[in-house]
Nanobody, 123 residues
Framework: VQLQASGGGFVQTGDALRLSCAVS????????LAWFRQAPGKERQIVGV????????WYADSVKGRFTISRNNAKDTVWLQMNSLKPEDTAFYYC?????????????????WGQGTQVTVSS
């Protein structure tokens, strides 16, 4: 499984951005996908999770109500819509995937990672 994130940029507080994660995978393989972010000097943190079946989306409290994950399995694309951006959202954003049934919310379970895209929110 290979992933490529895109869509980052430099925006103002209150603006919106949509990140995309393009997934290349073997035919008939299912995967759970998560978005993570890492700010300078801080640990990587989970932002949100979109399971393969899409019925148990989960978001970190810091982004709940502002960020939305969606996916199109036929197109192998997952999006992270980020609204009402704040300076504290500034980070490198990564999409990551796992293909087994391990817990969704642990970073160590995600073994496929995209290269990341930078999001900078100016105050």
């Amino acid at each position: 499984v290979q992933l490529q994130a895109s869509g980052g940029g430099f925006v103002q507080t209150g603006d919106a951005l949509r990140l995309s994660c393009a997934v290349s995978r073997p035919t008939f393989s299912a995967y759970d996908l998560a978005w993570f972010r890492q700010a300078p000097g801080k640990e990587r943190q989970i932002v949100g999770v979109m399971p393969w079946r899409g019925d148990r989306r989960w978001y970190a409290d810091s982004v709940k109500g502002r960020f939305t994950i969606s996916r199109n399995n036929a197109k192998d694309t997952v999006w992270l819509q980020m609204n009402s951006l704040k300076p504290e959202d500034t980070a490198f954003y990564y999409c990551a995937a796992k293909t087994d049934s391990s817990p969704l919310y642990e970073i160590s379970n995600y073994i496929y990672w995209g290269q990341g895209t930078q999001v900078t929110v100016s105050s």
